[in-house]
């Protein structure tokens, strides 16, 4: 999200210093090596590139793999097919934290923003100021319906003792942990050996500070369609404009 000027802002009117600096503090499309200011000083953002996560269904689920795996999806569909997804990392003054996780539904601008909600929740409980999804295990994830279905099942059927999604999770991780963060790509037929899964997947990521309840925002472009979907781990106080901007 780009910050406005002149004729592009709000209701056809000129951009104020006043909405300047509200704008200055909304969430927006980093570029890598981009700043902010916030915990009172200058952060710098990286922008990570984690692998595409594919989508058979479109009905997309965020969620605690390790334990909430059962999660509804949202109410948005997805056209199938594979998008990226993005890791925007805060490089504190003593380490690095996941502030968001960004699915790029495509690559246009979002003008606003929603709150997800599940498809399950027809009175919007996500709405609520404590909305979110809750992590206990200090991991989050992107994962189709579909493929989150077929983990089930598999999760279901094994010994503990011969859980390989917990082991290749956790290895994945820990080969990632020097760049001071952690994330995994673990595809359900060459990691875990399931029968005719090999393009399912899941993309998990350390969520921000560890266990809490976060909340995911949708975003859509000029022409009101699904752009980008955001989770947000509370590393940074970054608003999601409601209102169409442009």
Known sequence: MRESSGSSAPWG???????????????????????????GYDIVIRRRNVGLLDFPSGELV???????????????????????????????????????????????EA???????????EQSNLLHFDAGYPVDSSVGCFIDAHTAGVLMNYTHTVLPDEDEFKR?????????????????????????????????????????????????????DDDDRVCRVVTDFQVLDLKFNTFRFR
């Open 168 to 220: 290749a999770l956790h290895y994945k991780f820990n080969r990632h942990r020097k760049q001071g963060y952690s994330w995994a790509n673990v595809n359900l037929g060459r990691d875990l050996k399931i029968p005719g899964a090999e393009s399912l997947n899941l993309i998990a990521f350390e969520t921000g500070f560890g266990p809490g309840l976060y909340e995911t925002w949708i975003g859509f």
């Open 13 to 39: 009117s000129r951009t104020t210093p006043a909405h300047n600096a509200m704008l200055s503090h909304t969430y927006r499309s980093f570029d890598d090596g981009d700043t902010v200011t916030a915990l």
């Open 111 to 121: 003008v606003r923003w929603q709150r997800a909600r599940l498809q399950e929740d």
């Open 62 to 108: 965020a969620c605690d793999p390790l334990k909430y795996l059962e999660t509804e999806p949202f109410d948005v569909m997805l056209a199938p097919g594979s998008y990226p997804v993005i890791l925007i990392i805060a490089e504190l003054r003593d380490e690095n934290r996941v502030a968001y996780a960004t699915l790029e539904v495509s690559d246009k």
